[in-house]
Protein backbone atom coordinates (compact mmCIF):
# COMPACT_ATOMS: atom_id res chain seq x y z
CA UNK A 1 0.00 0.00 0.00
CA UNK A 2 1.48 3.68 -0.92
CA UNK A 3 0.71 5.27 2.61
CA UNK A 4 2.58 1.92 4.11
CA UNK A 5 5.00 1.90 1.37
CA UNK A 6 6.19 5.49 2.15
CA UNK A 7 6.14 5.03 5.89
CA UNK A 8 8.85 2.01 5.94
CA UNK A 9 11.19 2.96 3.18
CA UNK A 10 10.74 6.71 2.26
CA UNK A 11 8.90 9.61 1.21
CA UNK A 12 7.75 9.33 5.02
CA UNK A 13 3.50 10.44 5.17
CA UNK A 14 3.00 13.33 7.04
CA UNK A 15 -0.57 13.30 9.05
CA UNK A 16 -2.03 16.32 8.56
CA UNK A 17 -0.83 17.51 5.23
CA UNK A 18 -2.49 17.52 2.01
CA UNK A 19 0.92 15.36 0.76
CA UNK A 20 -0.74 12.78 3.52
CA UNK A 21 -3.97 13.10 1.95
CA UNK A 22 -3.14 12.30 -1.31
CA UNK A 23 -0.89 8.90 -0.34
CA UNK A 24 -4.22 8.03 1.14
CA UNK A 25 -6.21 8.07 -1.53
CA UNK A 26 -4.00 6.50 -3.09
CA UNK A 27 -3.55 3.61 -1.11
CA UNK A 28 -7.80 3.34 -1.02
CA UNK A 29 -8.37 3.69 -4.98
CA UNK A 30 -5.41 4.26 -6.88
CA UNK A 31 -7.30 3.20 -9.98
CA UNK A 32 -10.07 6.18 -9.52
CA UNK A 33 -9.99 9.17 -11.59
CA UNK A 34 -8.30 12.06 -9.65
CA UNK A 35 -8.44 14.69 -12.76
CA UNK A 36 -10.51 15.37 -15.82
CA UNK A 37 -9.18 18.46 -18.25
CA UNK A 38 -10.94 17.84 -21.47
CA UNK A 39 -9.88 14.78 -22.66
CA UNK A 40 -7.34 14.18 -20.62
CA UNK A 41 -7.46 12.33 -17.39
CA UNK A 42 -5.43 11.03 -14.70
CA UNK A 43 -5.94 8.65 -11.75
CA UNK A 44 -4.99 8.67 -8.32
CA UNK A 45 -2.02 6.36 -8.54
CA UNK A 46 -0.24 8.33 -11.47
CA UNK A 47 -1.33 11.66 -9.74
CA UNK A 48 0.62 10.56 -6.75
CA UNK A 49 3.63 9.37 -9.02
CA UNK A 50 3.56 12.70 -10.61
CA UNK A 51 3.79 14.63 -7.72
CA UNK A 52 6.74 12.64 -6.52
CA UNK A 53 8.66 13.26 -9.70
CA UNK A 54 8.27 16.81 -9.50
CA UNK A 55 8.66 16.96 -5.89
CA UNK A 56 11.65 15.46 -6.23
CA UNK A 57 13.43 17.65 -8.76
CA UNK A 58 12.36 20.57 -7.01
CA UNK A 59 14.17 18.99 -3.89
CA UNK A 60 17.28 18.59 -6.07
CA UNK A 61 17.70 22.05 -6.71
CA UNK A 62 18.79 22.48 -3.30
CA UNK A 63 16.67 25.75 -2.46
CA UNK A 64 16.64 26.81 1.28
CA UNK A 65 13.71 25.26 3.69
CA UNK A 66 10.62 27.31 3.57
CA UNK A 67 11.81 28.85 -0.23
CA UNK A 68 8.81 30.23 -2.06
CA UNK A 69 7.88 28.95 -5.66
CA UNK A 70 5.05 30.77 -7.43
CA UNK A 71 2.62 29.02 -9.58
CA UNK A 72 1.73 31.10 -12.53
CA UNK A 73 -0.16 29.26 -15.06
CA UNK A 74 -3.32 28.45 -16.55
CA UNK A 75 -5.19 25.78 -15.01
CA UNK A 76 -3.96 22.18 -16.15
CA UNK A 77 -3.79 18.84 -15.03
CA UNK A 78 -0.23 19.90 -14.72
CA UNK A 79 -0.92 22.98 -12.56
CA UNK A 80 -2.55 20.80 -10.12
CA UNK A 81 0.68 18.47 -9.97
CA UNK A 82 2.73 21.69 -9.64
CA UNK A 83 0.87 22.85 -6.62
CA UNK A 84 0.30 19.23 -4.63
CA UNK A 85 4.13 19.08 -5.45
CA UNK A 86 4.95 21.94 -3.52
CA UNK A 87 3.14 21.03 -0.97
CA UNK A 88 5.11 18.12 -1.37
CA UNK A 89 8.41 19.60 0.07
CA UNK A 90 9.76 21.88 2.75
CA UNK A 91 9.30 24.81 0.28
CA UNK A 92 6.20 27.03 -0.03
CA UNK A 93 3.72 27.74 -2.63
CA UNK A 94 1.99 30.83 -3.95
CA UNK A 95 -0.37 30.68 -6.98
CA UNK A 96 -1.05 33.52 -8.38
CA UNK A 97 -3.51 34.65 -11.19
CA UNK A 98 -2.76 34.23 -14.82
CA UNK A 99 -4.71 37.36 -15.25
CA UNK A 100 -2.03 39.10 -13.66
CA UNK A 101 0.13 41.85 -15.52
CA UNK A 102 4.20 41.33 -15.30
CA UNK A 103 4.41 44.49 -13.00
CA UNK A 104 2.30 42.83 -10.65
CA UNK A 105 3.96 39.34 -11.23
CA UNK A 106 7.24 41.29 -10.27
CA UNK A 107 5.90 42.80 -7.10
CA UNK A 108 4.77 39.24 -5.90
CA UNK A 109 7.79 38.10 -6.88
CA UNK A 110 9.78 40.50 -5.05
CA UNK A 111 7.69 40.74 -1.76
CA UNK A 112 8.00 37.05 -1.08
CA UNK A 113 11.97 36.48 -2.49
CA UNK A 114 10.36 33.85 -4.40
CA UNK A 115 12.85 31.33 -5.57
CA UNK A 116 11.54 29.70 -8.22
CA UNK A 117 8.94 30.39 -10.74
CA UNK A 118 6.46 27.20 -12.48
CA UNK A 119 4.97 28.62 -15.67
CA UNK A 120 3.52 27.64 -18.92
CA UNK A 121 4.36 28.60 -22.64
CA UNK A 122 2.33 31.37 -22.38
CA UNK A 123 3.55 33.10 -19.49
CA UNK A 124 7.18 32.26 -19.44
CA UNK A 125 7.95 35.24 -21.71
CA UNK A 126 6.63 37.50 -19.12
CA UNK A 127 8.76 35.73 -16.45
CA UNK A 128 11.69 36.28 -18.41
CA UNK A 129 10.46 39.83 -19.19
CA UNK A 130 10.84 40.92 -15.70
CA UNK A 131 14.51 39.29 -15.49
CA UNK A 132 13.52 36.73 -12.99
CA UNK A 133 16.55 34.64 -12.73
CA UNK A 134 16.42 32.41 -10.54
CA UNK A 135 14.95 28.81 -11.13
CA UNK A 136 12.27 28.25 -13.85
CA UNK A 137 10.55 25.29 -15.01
CA UNK A 138 7.92 25.22 -17.73
CA UNK A 139 4.90 23.20 -17.65
CA UNK A 140 5.02 22.68 -21.29
CA UNK A 141 7.76 21.59 -23.69
CA UNK A 142 9.36 24.51 -25.23
CA UNK A 143 12.26 25.89 -26.70
CA UNK A 144 13.93 27.67 -24.37
CA UNK A 145 16.44 25.68 -22.45
CA UNK A 146 13.88 25.60 -19.88
CA UNK A 147 12.98 22.65 -17.95
CA UNK A 148 9.73 21.11 -18.73
CA UNK A 149 7.52 18.71 -16.48
CA UNK A 150 7.71 16.17 -19.89
CA UNK A 151 11.51 15.78 -19.11
CA UNK A 152 11.45 15.90 -15.82
CA UNK A 153 8.59 12.91 -16.16
CA UNK A 154 10.93 11.33 -18.47
CA UNK A 155 14.01 11.09 -16.43
CA UNK A 156 13.15 11.82 -13.13
CA UNK A 157 12.91 8.43 -10.47
CA UNK A 158 9.44 7.66 -9.85
CA UNK A 159 10.58 6.68 -6.43
CA UNK A 160 10.06 9.49 -3.00
CA UNK A 161 12.99 10.12 -0.83
CA UNK A 162 12.03 9.72 2.37
CA UNK A 163 10.16 13.35 3.68
CA UNK A 164 8.14 14.41 6.81
CA UNK A 165 6.66 17.57 6.56
CA UNK A 166 5.19 19.27 9.95
CA UNK A 167 1.49 20.29 9.83
CA UNK A 168 2.41 23.41 12.06
CA UNK A 169 4.91 24.24 8.95
CA UNK A 170 4.24 26.74 6.24
CA UNK A 171 2.28 26.03 3.48
CA UNK A 172 1.01 28.35 1.17
CA UNK A 173 0.86 31.83 0.65
CA UNK A 174 -1.77 33.58 -1.20
CA UNK A 175 -2.21 37.12 -2.42
CA UNK A 176 -5.29 39.33 -1.25
CA UNK A 177 -5.23 43.18 -1.99
CA UNK A 178 -5.77 45.00 0.80
CA UNK A 179 -6.96 48.01 2.00
CA UNK A 180 -3.41 49.95 2.16
CA UNK A 181 -2.32 49.57 -1.63
CA UNK A 182 -0.41 46.56 -2.88
CA UNK A 183 -1.15 42.69 -1.99
CA UNK A 184 -0.40 40.93 0.90
CA UNK A 185 0.66 37.60 1.32
CA UNK A 186 -1.16 35.85 3.61
CA UNK A 187 0.66 32.48 5.45
CA UNK A 188 -1.20 29.48 5.96
CA UNK A 189 0.05 26.06 7.33
CA UNK A 190 -0.15 22.64 6.43
CA UNK A 191 -2.89 22.07 8.95
CA UNK A 192 -4.81 24.90 7.79
CA UNK A 193 -5.01 23.40 4.37
CA UNK A 194 -5.70 19.81 6.05
CA UNK A 195 -8.27 21.10 8.43
CA UNK A 196 -10.28 23.42 5.53
CA UNK A 197 -10.70 19.90 3.50
CA UNK A 198 -12.17 17.80 6.29
CA UNK A 199 -14.46 20.52 7.52
CA UNK A 200 -15.80 21.67 4.12
CA UNK A 201 -15.87 17.74 3.25
CA UNK A 202 -17.69 17.20 6.29
CA UNK A 203 -20.74 20.07 6.40
CA UNK A 204 -21.15 19.68 2.25
CA UNK A 205 -21.62 16.02 2.97
CA UNK A 206 -18.84 14.96 0.05
CA UNK A 207 -18.67 11.50 -1.21
CA UNK A 208 -16.63 9.45 -3.14
CA UNK A 209 -19.04 9.29 -5.86
CA UNK A 210 -18.87 12.93 -6.60
CA UNK A 211 -18.38 14.67 -9.93
CA UNK A 212 -16.24 18.07 -8.23
CA UNK A 213 -16.70 21.17 -10.92
CA UNK A 214 -13.83 22.70 -10.93
CA UNK A 215 -14.51 26.03 -12.40
CA UNK A 216 -12.54 28.26 -9.65
CA UNK A 217 -9.02 29.87 -10.14
CA UNK A 218 -6.57 27.71 -8.33
CA UNK A 219 -4.81 31.00 -6.97
CA UNK A 220 -7.17 31.41 -3.82
CA UNK A 221 -8.29 29.81 -1.02
CA UNK A 222 -11.90 29.41 -2.09
CA UNK A 223 -10.42 27.75 -5.52
CA UNK A 224 -7.69 26.01 -3.77
CA UNK A 225 -9.95 23.81 -1.14
CA UNK A 226 -11.84 22.02 -4.08
CA UNK A 227 -8.70 20.27 -4.64
CA UNK A 228 -7.99 19.62 -1.20
CA UNK A 229 -11.36 18.28 -0.59
CA UNK A 230 -11.60 16.39 -4.15
CA UNK A 231 -8.67 14.37 -2.40
CA UNK A 232 -9.55 14.25 1.06
CA UNK A 233 -12.89 12.44 -0.76
CA UNK A 234 -11.49 10.08 -3.46
CA UNK A 235 -13.93 12.00 -5.74
CA UNK A 236 -13.17 13.66 -9.10
CA UNK A 237 -12.14 16.85 -10.10
CA UNK A 238 -13.73 18.17 -13.44
CA UNK A 239 -10.89 21.56 -14.59
CA UNK A 240 -13.12 24.11 -16.56
CA UNK A 241 -11.16 27.17 -17.56
CA UNK A 242 -13.50 29.30 -19.60
CA UNK A 243 -16.34 30.72 -17.86
CA UNK A 244 -18.46 31.62 -20.81
CA UNK A 245 -22.55 30.23 -20.09
CA UNK A 246 -22.66 27.73 -23.18
CA UNK A 247 -19.68 25.78 -22.43
CA UNK A 248 -20.44 25.84 -18.79
CA UNK A 249 -23.46 24.05 -19.36
CA UNK A 250 -21.39 21.99 -21.40
CA UNK A 251 -19.16 20.95 -18.71
CA UNK A 252 -22.04 20.71 -16.36
CA UNK A 253 -23.69 17.89 -18.30
CA UNK A 254 -20.67 16.46 -19.96
CA UNK A 255 -19.29 15.62 -16.63
CA UNK A 256 -22.25 14.53 -14.95
CA UNK A 257 -21.70 17.17 -11.78
CA UNK A 258 -22.64 16.35 -8.33
CA UNK A 259 -20.90 19.35 -6.65
CA UNK A 260 -20.83 22.79 -8.07
CA UNK A 261 -18.88 25.61 -6.03
CA UNK A 262 -19.39 28.72 -7.60
CA UNK A 263 -18.96 32.69 -6.51
CA UNK A 264 -21.89 34.73 -6.59
CA UNK A 265 -21.01 36.74 -9.69
CA UNK A 266 -21.17 33.07 -11.73
CA UNK A 267 -24.58 32.62 -10.05
CA UNK A 268 -25.13 35.92 -11.41
CA UNK A 269 -24.06 35.02 -15.06
CA UNK A 270 -25.52 31.66 -15.68
CA UNK A 271 -29.26 32.60 -15.26
CA UNK A 272 -29.18 35.40 -17.70
CA UNK A 273 -31.84 34.65 -19.52
CA UNK A 274 -29.60 35.12 -23.14
CA UNK A 275 -27.02 32.82 -21.84
CA UNK A 276 -29.55 30.13 -20.55
CA UNK A 277 -31.79 30.22 -23.56
CA UNK A 278 -31.96 26.07 -24.55
CA UNK A 279 -30.83 24.55 -21.11
CA UNK A 280 -33.32 22.43 -19.68
CA UNK A 281 -33.74 21.81 -16.22
CA UNK A 282 -33.85 18.08 -16.83
CA UNK A 283 -29.89 18.46 -18.12
CA UNK A 284 -29.01 19.38 -15.04
CA UNK A 285 -30.56 17.13 -12.67
CA UNK A 286 -26.94 15.35 -11.88
CA UNK A 287 -25.90 18.72 -9.26
CA UNK A 288 -27.00 18.02 -5.54
CA UNK A 289 -24.92 20.17 -4.27
CA UNK A 290 -24.84 24.50 -5.09
CA UNK A 291 -22.28 26.26 -2.69
CA UNK A 292 -21.03 29.60 -2.79
CA UNK A 293 -18.73 31.96 -0.90
CA UNK A 294 -17.17 35.48 -1.91
CA UNK A 295 -20.03 37.70 -1.94
CA UNK A 296 -23.58 38.52 -1.27
CA UNK A 297 -26.25 36.13 -2.79
CA UNK A 298 -29.18 37.39 -3.83
CA UNK A 299 -32.94 36.43 -4.65
CA UNK A 300 -32.52 36.07 -8.39
CA UNK A 301 -30.05 34.10 -7.63
CA UNK A 302 -32.04 31.47 -5.37
CA UNK A 303 -34.83 32.01 -7.75
CA UNK A 304 -32.43 30.35 -10.73
CA UNK A 305 -31.23 27.70 -8.69
CA UNK A 306 -34.64 26.93 -7.56
CA UNK A 307 -35.77 26.78 -11.46
CA UNK A 308 -32.78 25.15 -13.03
CA UNK A 309 -31.27 23.09 -10.25
CA UNK A 310 -34.14 20.99 -9.00
CA UNK A 311 -32.38 18.59 -7.20
CA UNK A 312 -29.96 20.36 -5.97
CA UNK A 313 -29.32 21.77 -2.49
CA UNK A 314 -27.95 24.75 -2.02
CA UNK A 315 -25.10 26.17 0.84
CA UNK A 316 -24.15 30.03 1.55
CA UNK A 317 -21.25 30.49 3.13
CA UNK A 318 -18.70 33.33 4.08
CA UNK A 319 -15.18 33.38 4.83
CA UNK A 320 -12.00 35.14 5.22
CA UNK A 321 -8.79 34.81 3.55
CA UNK A 322 -6.90 35.56 6.79
CA UNK A 323 -9.22 31.75 8.22
CA UNK A 324 -10.45 30.62 4.84
CA UNK A 325 -13.81 29.68 6.26
CA UNK A 326 -16.45 30.90 9.10
CA UNK A 327 -19.43 30.15 8.47
CA UNK A 328 -22.57 28.73 6.17
CA UNK A 329 -25.59 28.87 5.88
CA UNK A 330 -27.79 25.14 6.59
CA UNK A 331 -29.47 24.78 3.15
CA UNK A 332 -32.76 23.97 4.97
CA UNK A 333 -32.70 28.14 6.47
CA UNK A 334 -31.86 29.20 2.39
CA UNK A 335 -35.33 30.63 1.68
CA UNK A 336 -36.47 31.20 5.22
CA UNK A 337 -33.51 33.82 6.29
CA UNK A 338 -31.67 33.60 2.41
CA UNK A 339 -29.79 37.17 3.82
CA UNK A 340 -27.88 35.38 6.19
CA UNK A 341 -24.63 33.64 6.39
CA UNK A 342 -25.33 31.23 8.95
CA UNK A 343 -23.41 30.17 11.72
CA UNK A 344 -19.68 29.21 12.72
CA UNK A 345 -18.36 26.02 10.69
CA UNK A 346 -17.62 22.86 12.81
CA UNK A 347 -13.97 23.51 15.39
CA UNK A 348 -14.79 27.35 14.75
CA UNK A 349 -16.46 29.72 17.24
CA UNK A 350 -17.74 33.30 16.25
CA UNK A 351 -18.37 36.06 18.73
CA UNK A 352 -19.58 39.51 17.74
CA UNK A 353 -18.40 42.51 19.59
CA UNK A 354 -18.73 46.10 20.11
CA UNK A 355 -16.18 48.69 20.25
CA UNK A 356 -16.05 48.13 24.26
CA UNK A 357 -15.34 44.29 24.18
CA UNK A 358 -18.55 42.97 25.11
CA UNK A 359 -20.69 40.92 22.95
CA UNK A 360 -23.36 41.91 21.10
CA UNK A 361 -26.89 41.29 21.91
CA UNK A 362 -29.46 40.36 19.35
CA UNK A 363 -29.52 42.83 16.03
CA UNK A 364 -26.38 44.90 17.68
CA UNK A 365 -23.92 45.59 14.77
CA UNK A 366 -19.94 44.41 15.89
CA UNK A 367 -17.10 43.39 14.41
CA UNK A 368 -17.33 39.58 13.62
CA UNK A 369 -14.10 37.74 15.73
CA UNK A 370 -12.99 34.30 14.58
CA UNK A 371 -11.90 31.84 16.78
CA UNK A 372 -10.26 28.29 16.73
CA UNK A 373 -9.68 26.14 13.33
CA UNK A 374 -8.48 27.42 10.50
CA UNK A 375 -6.57 30.39 11.64
CA UNK A 376 -3.48 31.05 9.32
CA UNK A 377 -0.15 32.13 10.73
CA UNK A 378 -0.29 36.21 9.47
CA UNK A 379 1.00 38.49 6.38
CA UNK A 380 4.12 37.85 4.90
CA UNK A 381 6.35 40.30 6.07
CA UNK A 382 4.27 42.68 7.12
CA UNK A 383 4.03 42.53 11.16
CA UNK A 384 2.18 45.79 12.04
CA UNK A 385 -0.58 44.18 10.04
CA UNK A 386 -0.74 40.93 11.43
CA UNK A 387 -1.12 42.19 14.71
CA UNK A 388 -3.76 44.50 13.57
CA UNK A 389 -5.42 41.18 12.02
CA UNK A 390 -4.36 38.09 14.41
CA UNK A 391 -4.89 39.33 18.32
CA UNK A 392 -4.55 37.70 21.37
CA UNK A 393 -7.70 35.83 23.06
CA UNK A 394 -7.60 38.82 25.69
CA UNK A 395 -10.03 40.61 23.28
CA UNK A 396 -12.77 38.02 24.06
CA UNK A 397 -12.04 38.60 27.68
CA UNK A 398 -15.06 40.43 28.23
CA UNK A 399 -17.28 37.09 27.01
CA UNK A 400 -14.66 34.29 28.46
CA UNK A 401 -13.23 33.15 31.42
CA UNK A 402 -9.81 33.37 30.17
CA UNK A 403 -8.09 33.75 33.79
CA UNK A 404 -6.56 30.61 34.20
CA UNK A 405 -6.38 29.84 30.95
CA UNK A 406 -3.33 29.81 28.01
CA UNK A 407 -3.88 33.40 26.97
CA UNK A 408 -1.43 33.21 23.77
CA UNK A 409 -3.62 31.43 21.66
CA UNK A 410 -4.68 33.94 18.25
CA UNK A 411 -7.90 35.08 16.84
CA UNK A 412 -8.74 36.89 13.73
CA UNK A 413 -10.32 40.16 13.63
CA UNK A 414 -12.13 40.50 10.62
CA UNK A 415 -13.03 43.91 10.34
CA UNK A 416 -16.05 43.09 9.10
CA UNK A 417 -19.31 44.86 10.68
CA UNK A 418 -21.88 41.94 11.10
CA UNK A 419 -25.34 41.32 13.88
CA UNK A 420 -26.97 37.98 14.98
CA UNK A 421 -30.25 37.64 15.05
CA UNK A 422 -32.60 36.26 18.28
CA UNK A 423 -31.91 32.44 17.11
CA UNK A 424 -28.02 33.16 16.50
CA UNK A 425 -28.13 33.51 12.63
CA UNK A 426 -25.20 35.95 11.49
CA UNK A 427 -25.84 38.49 9.02
CA UNK A 428 -22.76 40.35 7.04
CA UNK A 429 -23.62 44.52 7.34
CA UNK A 430 -20.16 45.66 5.84
CA UNK A 431 -16.58 46.10 5.57
CA UNK A 432 -14.11 48.19 7.68
CA UNK A 433 -11.92 49.19 4.76
CA UNK A 434 -13.19 50.19 1.14
CA UNK A 435 -11.92 47.58 -0.19
CA UNK A 436 -14.05 46.75 -3.20
CA UNK A 437 -15.78 42.60 -4.34
CA UNK A 438 -16.14 43.18 -7.67
CA UNK A 439 -16.42 39.79 -10.24
CA UNK A 440 -15.10 37.30 -7.44
CA UNK A 441 -12.42 39.47 -6.73
CA UNK A 442 -11.39 41.29 -3.82
CA UNK A 443 -9.87 44.69 -4.78
CA UNK A 444 -8.04 47.45 -3.64
CA UNK A 445 -8.97 50.90 -4.90
CA UNK A 446 -5.51 52.17 -3.49
CA UNK A 447 -3.52 49.61 -6.06
CA UNK A 448 -5.86 51.39 -9.19
CA UNK A 449 -5.13 54.63 -8.04
CA UNK A 450 -1.36 54.05 -7.89
CA UNK A 451 -1.58 52.69 -11.19
CA UNK A 452 -3.42 56.00 -12.19
CA UNK A 453 -0.82 58.32 -10.86
CA UNK A 454 1.88 55.90 -11.83
CA UNK A 455 0.82 55.63 -15.76
CA UNK A 456 -1.58 59.13 -16.15
CA UNK A 457 0.79 62.05 -15.75
CA UNK A 458 -2.03 64.13 -16.81
CA UNK A 459 -4.12 62.99 -14.00
CA UNK A 460 -3.93 65.65 -11.07
CA UNK A 461 -6.26 63.82 -8.32
CA UNK A 462 -8.27 60.53 -8.77
CA UNK A 463 -10.56 58.63 -6.26
CA UNK A 464 -11.77 54.88 -7.38
CA UNK A 465 -14.50 53.80 -4.92
CA UNK A 466 -17.48 51.64 -5.78
CA UNK A 467 -21.60 51.20 -5.70
CA UNK A 468 -23.51 47.59 -5.66
CA UNK A 469 -24.56 46.05 -8.72
CA UNK A 470 -25.87 42.90 -8.87
CA UNK A 471 -24.39 41.53 -12.31
CA UNK A 472 -20.74 41.88 -10.78
CA UNK A 473 -21.21 42.41 -7.00
CA UNK A 474 -19.87 45.74 -7.15
CA UNK A 475 -18.88 48.04 -10.32
CA UNK A 476 -15.84 49.99 -9.84
CA UNK A 477 -15.93 53.86 -10.74
CA UNK A 478 -13.29 56.05 -11.21
CA UNK A 479 -13.06 59.97 -10.33
CA UNK A 480 -10.40 62.70 -11.41
CA UNK A 481 -9.32 66.43 -12.02
CA UNK A 482 -6.83 67.14 -14.64
CA UNK A 483 -5.65 70.60 -16.02
CA UNK A 484 -6.06 68.83 -19.48
CA UNK A 485 -8.95 67.35 -21.19
CA UNK A 486 -8.68 63.32 -21.18
CA UNK A 487 -11.11 60.94 -23.37
CA UNK A 488 -12.34 58.42 -20.76
CA UNK A 489 -11.49 55.83 -23.52
CA UNK A 490 -7.58 56.83 -23.55
CA UNK A 491 -7.32 56.59 -19.95
CA UNK A 492 -9.29 53.17 -19.94
CA UNK A 493 -6.34 52.35 -23.00
CA UNK A 494 -3.28 53.04 -20.41
CA UNK A 495 -4.98 51.01 -17.86
CA UNK A 496 -5.70 47.82 -19.40
CA UNK A 497 -2.15 47.73 -20.17
CA UNK A 498 -1.02 48.24 -16.45
CA UNK A 499 -4.43 46.39 -14.83
CA UNK A 500 -6.15 42.84 -15.04
CA UNK A 501 -9.81 44.04 -16.71
CA UNK A 502 -11.71 43.56 -13.40
CA UNK A 503 -9.44 46.05 -11.85
CA UNK A 504 -10.50 48.57 -14.62
CA UNK A 505 -13.58 51.08 -13.60
CA UNK A 506 -16.52 50.57 -15.58
CA UNK A 507 -17.30 54.16 -15.15
CA UNK A 508 -14.83 57.02 -15.13
CA UNK A 509 -15.79 60.97 -15.41
CA UNK A 510 -13.64 64.07 -14.43
CA UNK A 511 -14.50 66.56 -11.47
CA UNK A 512 -13.64 70.34 -11.88
CA UNK A 513 -12.42 70.07 -8.13
CA UNK A 514 -12.43 66.79 -5.71
CA UNK A 515 -13.93 67.51 -2.61
CA UNK A 516 -11.91 66.92 0.55
CA UNK A 517 -12.76 65.99 4.33
CA UNK A 518 -11.15 68.97 5.92
CA UNK A 519 -9.09 71.98 4.21
CA UNK A 520 -6.35 71.28 6.37
CA UNK A 521 -6.13 67.28 5.70
CA UNK A 522 -6.77 67.67 2.01
CA UNK A 523 -8.00 63.76 2.06
CA UNK A 524 -10.51 63.14 -0.96
CA UNK A 525 -14.00 62.50 0.18
CA UNK A 526 -14.62 59.42 -1.57
CA UNK A 527 -18.87 59.52 0.32
CA UNK A 528 -18.97 62.78 -0.97
CA UNK A 529 -18.04 62.05 -4.32
CA UNK A 530 -20.06 58.53 -4.25
CA UNK A 531 -23.29 60.51 -3.40
CA UNK A 532 -22.94 62.82 -6.61
CA UNK A 533 -22.21 59.83 -8.28
CA UNK A 534 -25.77 58.50 -7.83
CA UNK A 535 -27.54 61.26 -7.68
CA UNK A 536 -26.17 62.35 -11.62
CA UNK A 537 -23.76 65.55 -10.37
CA UNK A 538 -21.00 65.06 -12.22
CA UNK A 539 -19.90 65.68 -15.84
Given at each position: ?????????????????V???L?Q????A?????L?????S???????E??????????????????????????????????????S?????????????E????????????EC??????K???????????????????????????????????V??K????????A????????T??????????????????I??????????????????F??????????????????????????????????I?????VL?????????????K?????????????R??????????QR?L??????F???IF?????L????????????Q????????????????L???????????????????????????????R???????YK??????????????L??????????????????Y?????????????S??????????????Q?IK??R????F????E?????I??????D??????????V?????????I??T???????????????????K??????????Y?
Open positions: MYSNIRNSKGGGVSIGTMGLAATDRPNKTAIDGNEITYRDLFKVNQISEYLISLSMPRESRVVIYSNKSIDQVVAILSVLTSYIVVPISNLLKEQVKYILDDCNVVITDKYIDSIKSIKFEKQIVSLDSNESNVISFKEIYKYNSKASRTISSNSSSIIYSSGSGFPKGIVSSHKNLFDGAKVSSYLGLQESDNISGVLSNFDYGLNQIYCSINMNATLILHSYFLPINFYKHLDGNITPLMPVFLSRIFNKMIKGIDASLLLSVIICSSGGRVTMNGVDQYKKSFSMYGTEAFRSTFLDPSIQIRPTSIGKAIPDVEYIINENGNECQANEVGELIHRGGCIGKGYWNHKETKKRSINILNNILNIKGQNDELVVCSGDYAYKDGEGIYFVSRKDDMIKSGYRISPDEIEGSIYNEIECAVSVEDGIGEKIMAFTANILDVSDIQFLKKHLPSHMPKIFKLEVMPTTTANQGKINKVIKLMYEQGEQ
